[in-house]
């Protein structure tokens, strides 16, 4: 069997001489400098197209020290709020000629250290990570140790360390209790709760202020886990007692359309017996029947800015952190639906 023969090497001379130009102002076109005129510009790329030229990344790479590559280690990337905030990185490294490698935690502490080392074996540049449940202050000790500059994005080891974007939780909550309560709902269960990480504990703040605000009584909050589902016995229960909940505000949009779901098959009628609201805003809440109310938490805006921090870290590694905590948005549909009868009493 013949092994294929690879086409001899383009060089930026050889494009210089098709071109009619010389090899530095061929140089300075693959730059995108302003001094070249546009027409030479477009003479010089169309020589490259021509000659089939490959611009050697590499090796300018290492005349700046840097590779023109970041990693983006996230916790579970089957899940749609992680594909969204990939976009935002995505959108950015586009923009700033930046290549990113996505590796997957799994939530396991020890995967996400052995895919930080194979991301520093690549030789990124730096890192944008949403730590893994379990992960603690060995998290950013080792990538300090492996000089990797971070950012945390969703989830805050330690609030001294490196920079973080995420959204503000806990006030996400807060607004949907508020409007809840201006439709009469009282009974208030927080659905699918997870005290692992510091998004999760935000949730659950944030209802317990909201609760203390309004006046409420206390509800039982029901449990959740990490493949996203809630504890439906527990919630049953809720409904079988003698003040069952008129309203339910969910960790994400993946348990409140689960939790939809669950009420529905119980015959009440969600948005009329039962209020849901879930968080996140994915596709599928505006899909869904009915659409459901949420919390828009941006995840594309995250990445974005995420992804501007890392390359200004890169460019300044002196400059003061930044944390960053968006505002999230009540987007209202049909899922928390006036009382059939009015406000409660």
């Known amino acids: 069997m013949t092994k294929p023969v690879r086409p001899p090497v383009v060089s930026l001379l050889n494009v210089a001489q098709e071109a009619g130009v010389s090899r530095a102002t061929a140089s300075l076109v693959l730059r995108e400098s302003p001094l070249v005129a546009e027409a030479t510009r477009e003479r010089v790329r169309e020589a490259m197209q021509r000659l089939g ?59 996400q250290l052995r895919q930080i080392q194979r991301l520093r074996e690549h030789n990124v540049d730096g890192v944008i990570i949403c730590p893994a449940i379990g992960s603690d202050d060995r998290l950013l000790s080792e990538l300090e140790r492996l000089a990797l500059p971070f950012v945390q994005v969703l ?22 209790i508020a409007h809840l309560v201006s439709e009469g709902r009282r009974r208030i269960v927080f659905v699918g709760n997870m005290p692992v990480h510091s998004a999760a504990l935000a949730r659950l703040r944030g209802y317990e202020q909201a609760i203390g605000e309004c006046g409420l ?119 928390t639906g006036l009382m059939p009868h009015g406000p409660s009493p």
């Open 217 to 335: 009584e206390a509800q039982p909050v029901i449990a959740g886990s990490r493949d996203n589902r809630f504890d439906t016995e527990a919630f049953d229960a809720l409904l079988a007692s003698a003040t069952p909940p008129d309203a339910a505000i969910c960790y994400n949009d993946i348990i409140a359309l689960d939790l939809m779901h669950h009420i529905q098959s119980r015959g009440l009628t969600v948005g009329r017996d039962i209020a849901v609201i879930g968080m996140d805003d994915l596709p599928q809440a505006a899909a869904s029947y009915p659409a459901l109310t949420t919390v828009a938490t941006s995840p594309r805006l995250i990445g974005r800015k995420a992804a501007s921090l890392l390359q200004k870290r890169l460019a300044m590694p002196g400059r003061e952190r930044q944390r960053v905590v968006m505002a999230p948005e009540l987007v209202l549909r049909a899922s």
């Open 155 to 176: 989830r805050e080891i330690e609030a001294t360390r490196g920079d973080y974007v995420a959204a503000d939780y806990a006030l996400g909550v807060r607004l949907a």
């Open 53 to 111: 030229y490959i611009y050697n990344r590499g090796a300018a790479n290492l005349r700046q020290s840097r590779t023109g590559t970041i990693g983006l280690v996230l916790s579970n990337i089957a899940n749609p709020f992680f594909s969204a905030l990939a976009g935002g990185v995505d959108e950015v490294n586009d923009e700033a000629d930046v290549v990113g490698f996505i590796a997957a935690s799994n939530e396991s502490v020890d995967r």
